[in-house]
C-alpha cells in the first residue's frame, strides 16, 4: 500500500523534532556543565583567597603575641630592676573575693578543713575581679580547693625583707608532736616562705556572685585569690602516704565536753544580737558548731604545756598568744569555781565563748557574751544570699 504524503511529511516532521531536542538537550547540558566548571573555578579561587587570608591573620596574632610576650618580659625586668639589684619576679595577686566566715578570730580556727562539718562561710567575689557568670556550672561539684592568703600573720612584714634579713623560720613547732619542730615545708602551718593557704571545702549553695560552704577552717574576712573544683579522679591519690606523726589522729582530741547550767540563758541573751547576721538557724545549732569546734583541742603547743590566756586585742587584730604572762595580773578572770584553771576563750560569729579544760582534757564550756570589737563589725554583702540556704 502506497503511503501519503501527508503521512511521509508528518513522519518527517516527527524525526526533525526528535532531532531538535536531542540538540537543545545536548546544548542545554553542554552549557550547564560549562557554567558548573566556571563557577566551580571561581569558588576555588575564593577559597584559596580566604585561606591565605586567614594564615595571614594567624601569623598576626601570633607575631602580636610574641610582641606582647617580648613586652611582658621587658617590663617584668625593669619592675625587678626598680625593685633592687638581683630581686626576683614579681606577679600580680589580687584577691578575687573575700570569706565571711563563722570564725571571728584565728583563735579557734580549725587547723585543718572538713574537721568541723558545722563550720560555715559564705565566699562573695568581687564583681570588678570575677563576674557571677565565671561560676557558671560550680554549683554541679560537691567540693572545691580554696587558695587564700593568711593575712592575719603577725610575721607578714617578713616577706617585704632582703631574704637574708626576713628571718623567716624553717622550721616550726608542731602540735601533733607536742611542740616538737619540723621543716616548715613539710607541715600545713600558716607561717610559710609565702603566707598562701589550700583549703578543701564543700559546696552549699552557689547564688548569684556568693559561695556558700562548710566545713571551711577559713577566719572572717580571708582574702581568697582562686577557687578551683575538685576532681576526685586525680585529686584523691591512692596509695598515698603520710609520716606516723600525722596518723596520731587522737593526740589533739579532747576528753568529753559539757556545757555549765548558765551557758544555755547566756547564749540565748547573745543570739538576740547576732541572730540577723548569723550563719545559723538557731542557738541550739550555734550550740553544735562549739561543740564541733572544741571537739578539738583548739590550745596552741605553748598554752598546753604551759597554761595561760589568750588576749584579745582590739580594733581589727586577732587573738595573739601570749608567751611570757604575770599570772598575778589576769587578762581574763580565772573560773570562780575553779580558781587554779584557765579560762579560755573563743570567738564565733561575735560570740565570745569561754571554756575551761583540766587536766585530763575533759572541757566545760561556761559562759558566752557579745564580743564588743565584734557587735555590727561584720560585713553585710553576703546577707542578701543569706535565705538562699535556709
Not at 573560773?335 to 579560762?343: R, W
Request: proline content about 5%; hydrophobic content about 40%.
Amino acid at each position: 500500500m502506497a503511503i501519503s504524503p501527508r503521512v511521509k511529511e508528518a513522519h518527517v516532521t516527527s524525526i526533525a523534532l526528535v532531532f531538535a531536542t536531542v540538540a537543545i538537550s545536548a546544548t542545554t547540558l553542554f552549557l550547564s556543565s560549562f557554567l558548573y566548571r566556571r563557577r566551580c573555578k571561581r569558588l576555588e579561587v575564593r577559597i584559596r583567597e580566604l585561606e591565605a587570608s586567614l594564615e595571614a591573620s594567624v601569623e598576626k596574632g601570633a607575631a602580636e603575641r610574641r610582641g606582647r610576650v617580648r613586652a611582658q618580659q621587658a617590663l617584668r625586668k625593669v619592675a625587678c630592676q626598680q625593685n633592687g639589684e638581683g630581686s626576683k619576679e614579681v606577679y600580680p595577686m589580687v584577691p578575687i573575693g573575700t570569706v565571711h566566715s563563722c570564725f571571728s578570730t584565728r583563735n579557734g580556727t580549725p587547723r585543718q578543713p572538713l574537721v568541723v562539718p558545722l563550720a560555715r562561710a559564705c565566699l562573695v567575689l568581687d564583681l570588678a575581679r570575677a563576674s557571677a557568670e565565671a561560676l557558671e556550672g560550680f554549683s554541679d561539684y560537691s567540693h572545691c580547693w580554696i587558695l587564700y592568703v593568711f593575712h592575719l600573720n603577725t610575721d607578714l612584714e617578713k616577706m617585704w625583707k632582703d631574704p637574708a634579713q626576713s628571718k623567716i623560720k624553717a622550721k616550726v613547732r608542731v602540735p601533733r608532736l607536742k611542740g616538737g619542730k619540723m621543716g616548715v615545708l613539710a607541715t600545713r602551718s600558716p607561717h610559710r616562705p609565702c603566707p598562701i593557704g589550700l583549703s578543701v571545702a564543700k559546696i552549699e549553695v552557689v547564688d548569684g556572685e556568693a559561695i556558700w560552704l562548710s566545713g571551711v577552717d577559713l577566719v572572717d574576712g580571708t582574702p581568697i585569690l582562686d577557687i578551683k573544683p575538685y576532681l576526685p579522679y586525680s585529686d584523691s591519690v591512692k596509695g598515698a602516704t603520710v609520716p606516723t606523726w600525722v596518723q596520731e589522729d587522737a593526740t589533739l582530741a579532747v576528753g568529753s565536753i559539757t556545757f555549765s547550767s548558765d551557758f544555755a540563758s547566756s547564749l540565748s541573751s547573745c543570739w538576740v544580737h547576732v541572730e540577723k547576721q548569723s550563719l545559723y538557724d538557731s542557738s541550739e545549732q550555734f550550740e553544735s558548731l562549739i561543740k564541733e569546734v572544741l571537739t578539738w583541742d583548739i590550745r596552741s603547743v605553748s598554752q598546753r604545756t604551759r597554761p595561760h590566756p589568750v588576749a584579745t586585742k582590739s580594733s581589727d587584730s586577732v587573738c595573739e598568744e601570749i608567751e611570757e604572762v604575770n599570772f598575778k595580773e589576769e587578762i581574763y578572770p580565772q573560773s570562780t569555781d575553779h580558781p587554779n584553771e584557765v579560762v579560755y576563750h573563743l570567738v564565733l560569729e561575735g560570740i565570745d565563748v569561754s571554756y575551761r579544760i583540766d587536766e585530763n582534757s575533759n572541757v566545760v564550756v561556761e559562759k558566752a557574751n557579745v564580743h564588743p570589737d565584734f557587735v555590727n563589725k561584720r560585713r553585710h554583702s553576703y546577707l542578701a544570699h543569706r535565705d538562699s540556704v535556709r
